[in-house]
């Protein structure tokens, strides 16, 4: 049996972090969580997600900057952003920065 693909989810809003962790490993995918920027970092240096949903607002840096930190350690992953106060700067800011997508929330699940 295949690995599952591995998605690190993370928001700091736990309810939403809840729904759609439980959605996506309905879905098919293992779900790994974090609320913040450094318990990411963290996530991602013990295993190697295949996708990272990052929302941009965390409670202990931007998301911005876990993104920048994530691609000067050459996470193999991709990274989505995720926003519920995005703007078209932050979403051109993202995809230059090295994201693969730039999602508004609430998204579709």
Known sequence: ???RPLVLLVDDDAPFRTVLAAELSRAGYE???AATGGDALTACAQSEPH???LDLQLPDMSGLDV???L???QV?????MLTGHGSIDTAIESIRTGAFDYVSKPCPL
Do not use: D, Y
């Not at 193999?76 to 989505?80: I, K, N």
């Open 51 to 53: 996708v990272v949903l």
């Open 76 to 80: 193999p992953g991709e990274v989505v």
């Open 67 to 69: 993104l920048k930190m």
């Open 1 to 3: 049996m295949a690995a």
């Open 31 to 33: 779900v790994r969580t």
């Open 71 to 73: 691609k000067e350690r």
